[in-house]
Each structure stands twice: as structure tokens, then as C-alpha cells.
């Protein structure tokens, strides 16, 4: 799949989160990259503060990042539909993160 379809997924699977969790979102951005750090076995990534980790003294940071690798989700996929699936669970799984939910809780929702 090419780079260009593939944004357009994670854009469309943004489209898919209810906007009032999306006007909650603080100092984040969304990217996608072709593959992790070398040595690591991620589909995606988050960096930075959950907004539950933000205090007071927050202020005057770069934005957090969520990045979506892009080649890990296609070796993991069979189909088109499979990366429709997976990039959506892969962005969730992200965003939860931005609002302070860790993976254990992600696995016991299904997301993770």
C-alpha cells in the first residue's frame, strides 16, 4: 500500500473518534512514519504528558506526538481491510494514551 493511501486511512480512522474526545485532545500532533527506532516492535507510538500527567508547570512544550509506523501494520496485515482495521485500532490505541490510559487497560477493553 502506498504512503499516501495509508495517511489517508489514519485520517479517515481520525474521523471515526467522536468529535468531543477530539476537542479534548491538548498539544498533540499525528504522524505517520514508515518504521520504528531500529531494535523496536511498534505499530505505533506515543510521546510526551498525558493530559492526566500535565500539571500546573505544563506550558511552553513541544506537542506530544502520536506516530503511526506504517510498514510493521502492513507486514502484520493480509488484506486492504485488515489495514483499514488495524490502523484504526492502532490510532484508538494511541489516543488512549494521550488521556492517560496505559496498555493493560487497553487489553482489557479489546484495544490492544
Keep these: 500500500m502506498e504512503r499516501e493511501r495509508f495517511e489517508e486511512l489514519v485520517g479517515e480512522a481520525l474521523d471515526e473518534v467522536p468529535e468531543e474526545l477530539l476537542a479534548l485532545m491538548s498539544n498533540v500532533v499525528i504522524l505517520v512514519e514508515d518504521d520504528p527506532p531500529p531494535g523496536e516492535d511498534l505499530l505505533g507510538l506515543y510521546e510526551g504528558h498525558a493530559l492526566t500527567e500535565r500539571g500546573w508547570d505544563y ?3 513541544l506537542p506530544d506526538r502520536i506516530l ?20 484504526a485500532v492502532t490510532v484508538v490505541h494511541e489516543i488512549a ?3 492517560g490510559i496505559d496498555d493493560a487497560r487497553l487489553h482489557e477493553l479489546g484495544w490492544g
Design 68 to 87: 503511526i509506523y506504517r510498514n510493521p501494520i502492513l507486514r502484520i496485515c493480509h488484506s486492504d481491510e485488515d489495514v483499514v482495521d488495524e490502523v
Design 59 to 61: 506550558a511552553g512544550v
Design 97 to 99: 494514551h494521550h488521556f
